[in-house]
T-cell receptor, first 120, second 112 residues
């Protein structure tokens, strides 16, 4: 199956600083990637859809000026949490849909390993 | 938009018993329904999926059924083992390449 990586795997920062999280598709191209946030013992909540070459689409209630998304290439999307606060502490996971690789379902999403963000 | 409801939130079974988790969805245009297993601190792992043109799919001890008319789908795990203990999520999406909307999850505990 396809591989999606994320970096960093965990980050601790001070309140008010910005943090950048990278999501890469390693062996396939992804014109679309998705960013999810997961609070402890909760489900994955879709934050935004990252589109290569155009603006990201944000879900209702997600501040686009706080969570900056840049889909710089067909294999890289970045999420920047600006002016992070303790309530932004969460597990951030990206995913990319399968383009129809052999052996994989066309609809299948490949998830990154996640980034644990802790804001002090 | 799509809304996915999942029940139960917790499920405890004895080793060897069967476990059933149920989900309903609201968007009749959804056509892809995967199930994920997630262990603490790790990414969700796809365990089985089904598309809207199929009513049932089975993979060894795991099966998924879909009722498009009623807009619900279920995960069935037979002969449960302690290593099946994890959080399971159902999800739905509209079409190829679109985002998944997840249910709230079911914590399955299998005791030996």
């Amino acid at each position: 199956g396809a591989v999606v990586s994320q970096h960093p795997s965990r980050v601790i920062c001070k309140s008010g600083t910005s943090v950048k999280i990278e999501c890469r598709s390693l062996d396939f191209q992804a014109t679309t990637m998705f960013w999810y946030r997961q609070f402890p013992k909760q489900s994955l909540m879709l934050m935004a859809t990252s589109n290569e070459g155009s603006k990201a689409t944000y879900e209702q209630g997600v501040e686009k000026d706080k969570f900056l998304i840049n889909h710089a290439s067909l294999t890289l999307s970045t999420l920047t949490v600006t002016s992070a606060h303790p309530e932004d502490s969460s597990f951030y996971i990206c995913s990319a849909p399968s383009p129809g690789l052999a052996g994989g379902s066309y609809n299948e999403q490949f998830f990154g390993p996640g980034t644990r963000l802790t804001v002090l | 938009g799509e809304n996915v409801e999942q029940h139960p939130s917790t499920l405890s079974v004895q080793e060897g018993d069967s476990a059933v988790i149920k989900c309903t969805y609201s968007d009749s245009a959804s056509n892809y329904f995967p199930w994920y297993k997630q262990e603490l601190g790790k990414r969700p792992q796809l365990i089985i999926d089904i598309r809207s043109n199929v009513g049932e799919k089975k993979d060894q001890r795991i099966a998924v059924t879909l009722n498009k008319t009623a807009k619900h789908f279920s995960l069935h795990i037979t002969e449960t083992q302690p290593e099946d203990s994890a959080v399971y999520f159902c999800a739905a999406s509209r079409q190829a390449g679109t985002a998944l909307i997840f249910g709230k999850g079911t914590t399955l505990s299998v005791s030996s």
